[in-house]
């Protein structure tokens, strides 16, 4: 069992910056990639970034590539989310995952994941 919870969400002007966290319990934090995914209102779930395990090897969705990023602090069990110049189009609601059984390697599809956290609300106003 792994427990997720979000934070650093908020209501924040297009261009501007905000950082999410995600911090994990239950199971060595170590031992299992994550994941960032978001939902806006009538859309599907969409994969934003991924890291592998030991925070060597990230992925991101094509959309926020150059503008996000994704680290990881495994001392403290956390993943991080930094969004830089963000859009109004990044408003949604932002989940973190946990893939405990996947390879080295980060993962981008929902599916794939275990455990979720409850979310955090983005709002990007233009």
């Known amino acids: 069992q792994v427990q997720l919870v979000e934070s650093g969400g908020g209501l924040v002007q297009a261009g501007g910056s905000l950082r999410l966290s995600c911090a994990a319990s239950g199971r060595t934090f170590s031992s299992y990639g994550m994941g960032w995914f978001r939902q806006a209102p009538g859309k599907e779930r969409e994969f934003v970034a991924a890291?592998?395990?030991?925070?060597?090897?990230?992925s991101f969705a094509e959309s926020v590539r150059g503008r996000f990023t994704i680290s990881r602090d495994n001392t403290k069990n956390t993943v991080y989310l930094q969004m830089n110049s963000l859009k109004p189009e990044d408003t949604a609601v932002y989940y973190c995952?946990?893939?405990?059984?996947?390879?080295?390697?980060?993962?981008?599809?929902?599916?794939?994941?275990?455990?979720w956290g409850q979310g955090t609300q983005v709002t990007v106003s233009s």
């Open positions: 890291i592998n395990r030991s925070g060597a090897a990230a």
């Open positions: 995952a946990a893939d405990l059984n996947g390879p080295s390697w980060p993962r981008i599809t929902s599916r794939e994941y275990d455990y």
